[in-house]
């Protein structure tokens, strides 16, 4: 953390401000510091996916991730990576995180799932006022919110703050938080589980099953003033945040983060498909025909070379993608608005890519494939539904992307969604 940005907070009057003179220094430091703990987050992952493996089972059984899976995920500094520095976080550049989901996917696309979400939440809160933040990290790192984007509940100005009623639905992994984001249009409410009633049995889904997404009901919840994060901050560039955590990660972003934060599990769940595809293909024989290994098949191998080409193509892409977005943040420059909507475009197309990839080989995956003790199935349903997440649209992400090429008006800000766009 720079002992000169400290200094210049002070003399500042707004983050903007402040953000505009930081982003003159050299990050070079910070950059390689990032860098260094990003490939060491990614080897804590890979030293517990084996046992998360073995426990992934009992996320599918009981439509959560189990508390172990959770505890081995912080254990390996998972939902750290995103908390600032001086809170005891890793702010781990995001190509890592990343690669680090992608390997907890292929162990448990659930756990994945959760750890994407719970995730860039905290890099939301990173955003917001320094008392907000004190509140969420000041007693642990490793502190976590789950989110209900959707403005789908009641909210209503009260003295100091705002007023909650109604049920937020799809809040993946709350089992595992402690507090939740609530969408309000252009307003998210950060409230603690305990003010809020979770319903158990409100996810009954065939797909991600143990993500856990599940309803949440609040009844005259006050949410005061600092816990609400105004996205018209980040639309004008005037993050409370950044008076604190004034450093490149928390230059980037936000909703790009958001929407590419999905794309990880599926990356990660479609490489592990196609592995557990390969694995079986060695031992199977036909039953048509001559018996012989289905390993044979020529149009096996066509379908084969195709979607491991294009999922590990996606794979790097993406990667590529938030290094180059990183290393920008770290010059103190930000990417246009055609390169963040072709980042967009191309995380949403990577989701919609594995789906099917997956669905191009199932016909000859065999019938053994619809067991459910064949991972392969469980695996295609889970990239079935992550296919609908609201960041996995491939047609209007592709829309944003060309119509911004071609030079046409973006839609005003108005809310969450429309900041996609500009922030």
């Excluded at 993946?172 to 003010?195: C, E, M, R, Y």
């Excluded at 024989?285 to 289905?294: D, E, M, S, V």
């Excluded at 892409?317 to 990183?326: E, G, P, S």
Aim: glycine fraction near 8%; proline fraction near 4%.
């Amino acid at each position: 953390m720079s002992v000169t940005v400290e200094i210049e907070s002070k003399q500042c009057s707004s983050p903007a401000q402040l953000r505009a003179m930081a982003a003159t220094q050299d990050w070079s430091d910070y950059r390689a510091r990032a860098y260094k703990v990003g490939g060491e987050f990614v080897q804590a992952v890979e030293a517990v996916t084996p046992e998360i493996k073995s426990l992934s089972h009992e996320s599918e059984r009981d439509g959560k991730v189990s508390q172990r899976t959770g505890d081995l995920m912080v254990q390996a500094g998972v939902f750290r990576t995103f908390t600032p520095l001086q809170y005891g976080g890793l702010e781990a550049d995001p190509a890592s995180f990343f690669e680090g989901v992608m390997k907890i996917a292929e162990a448990d696309s659930a756990a994945a799932w959760i750890a994407g979400q719970l995730n860039c939440h905290s890099f939301e809160i990173a955003l917001m006022n320094e008392r907000m933040q004190e509140e969420f990290w000041g007693d642990s790192p490793d502190t976590r919110a789950s989110s209900s984007y959707a403005p789908i509940g009641k909210v209503r100005a009260v003295d100091g703050g705002y007023e909650l009623n109604g049920t937020w639905t799809f809040s993946s992994g709350v089992d595992h938080a402690q507090w939740v984001i609530l969408g309000g249009g252009d307003k998210n409410f950060v409230v603690p589980v305990t003010d809020l009633e979770v319903d158990h049995k409100s996810w009954n889904v065939e797909g991600l099953k143990g993500t856990g997404s599940k309803s949440l009901t609040l009844r005259d919840v006050f949410v005061p003033e600092y816990r609400v994060h105004h996205l018209r901050d980040t639309y004008e560039d005037n993050n409370a945040g950044w008076l604190l955590n004034n450093r490149p990660l928390y230059w980037l972003s936000f909703m790009g983060i958001f929407n590419s934060t999905a794309t990880n599990t599926v990356i990660g769940t479609a490489n592990y498909g196609l592995q557990y595809f390969m694995e079986q293909a060695k031992v199977r024989l036909t039953r048509q025909g001559t018996g012989a290994p289905i390993a044979n098949n020529p149009f096996l191998h066509l379908k084969l070379a195709d979607t491991l080409t294009k999922v590990n193509g996606v794979r790097n892409r993406h990667l590529n993608n938030w290094r180059a977005l990183f290393d920008l943040a770290c010059k103190g420059q930000e990417g246009t608005p055609l390169e963040r909507m072709r980042v967009r475009f191309e995380s949403a197309d990577a989701n919609a890519t594995c789906f099917d990839s997956i669905h191009e080989i199932w016909p000859i995956a065999g019938a053994a494939a619809s067991a459910q003790n064949n991972d392969l199935q469980q695996v295609y349903r889970d990239l079935m539904a992550a296919r609908n997440h609201g960041s996995a649209g491939r047609e209007m992400a592709a829309s944003l992307y060309i119509k911004t090429m071609f030079g046409m008006e973006p839609a005003p800000f108005s809310d969450m969604g429309t900041l996609a766009y500009y922030k």
